[in-house]
């Protein structure tokens, strides 16, 4: 995450990760569960994180 004095907004983040494991879109998609779990988890703080679905409108 990267977050300074003056940032505005939702936190920003940084992604690094080896081109021979992984394509772009996977990285991307791990990158939505991720952001999915985490507006889940504070908007629901009282749901167990297992009990979270992390698919997407699209895999569903």
């Known amino acids: 995450m990267v977050e300074g004095p003056d940032h505005q907004g939702p ?3 940084v992604v ?3 081109t021979d494991l992984f394509d772009r879109s996977t990285v991307e998609s791990l990158c939505a569960r991720c952001t ?3 507006h889940t ?3 629901t703080p009282d749901v167990p994180v297992h ?3 992390l ?3 699209e895999e569903r």
Request: zero cysteines; glycine letters at 12%; charged letters at 20%.
């Open 55 to 57: 698919s997407g409108p």
């Open 51 to 53: 009990a979270i679905d």
């Open 16 to 18: 690094e990760y080896r």
């Open 41 to 43: 988890a504070a908007a």
């Open 11 to 13: 936190p920003v983040g």
């Open 36 to 38: 999915r779990l985490l």
